[in-house]
Structures are given as structure tokens and as C-alpha cells.
């Protein structure tokens, strides 16, 4: 049985600047393989371990950098303003189906 297994190289250059004004120009890389076994039926497929490469025209760039004191405290105030709303929506839930049941119980209706 003859088998076809063609890799598929994918290089996306990358650019890492650091705070010390550090630049690192490296590539990502990832692999992809396709295995097909010789019998699925196409008789004209040669055996073998092909490779193509496939070069990325997008450049990715990383920067570091430092964010102020304000835009951390900004972020903190979100974050306690949403676990907030989020905990008096499930409040208004449970006291709300509480009550709803507690009459039904009284009318004699819940059973």
C-alpha cells in the first residue's frame, strides 16, 4: 500500500520589542500534515512525503509596555462594578422566584 502525506509549513515572521528598547526578530512556525492511504480509489496520486511551504505577507508585532497606575484602577472599578451587577441580577432571580412560589403555596395552587 502506497501512501500520500504532504506537510504543509506555514512561517509567519514576528517582532518582539521589549522595554529596554530590545527588538528580537524571530518566525512563528506550524505544521500541517495530510495523511491519505493509496486506497482511496485515485490511482494516479504518486507515494510520498511532499513539503510546501507557505510564507506569511503579515508581519506580527509584540510591544511591551507599561500601563499607568489610572487605567489599572479604571480596570479594577470594572471589574467590581460588574460582579455587582451580576450578583444583583441572580439576587432579583432568587428573591423574585422565592416570592412567586410562596403565594403560589398560599393560593393552594403549588402541588
Not at 508585532?61 to 450578583?87: D, P
Amino acid at each position: 500500500m502506497l501512501s500520500f502525506c504532504p506537510l504543509v509549513f506555514q512561517v509567519v515572521p514576528t517582532v518582539y520589542s521589549h522595554l529596554n528598547e530590545q527588538i528580537i526578530l524571530s518566525n512563528q512556525f506550524s505544521v500541517t500534515e495530510h495523511y491519505r492511504s493509496g486506497d482511496s480509489g485515485r490511482v494516479q496520486a504518486l507515494p510520498g512525503v511532499f513539503f510546501f511551504y507557505d510564507l506569511s505577507p503579515i508581519k506580527v508585532t509584540f510591544t511591551e509596555r507599561h500601563v499607568s497606575f489610572l487605567h489599572f484602577l479604571t480596570n479594577v472599578c470594572a471589574i467590581v462594578g460588574g460582579v455587582f451587577t451580576v450578583s444583583g441580577i441572580i439576587d432579583s432571580f432568587v428573591y423574585h422566584g422565592q416570592r412567586a412560589i410562596t403565594k403560589k403555596r398560599e393560593l393552594g395552587k403549588f402541588t
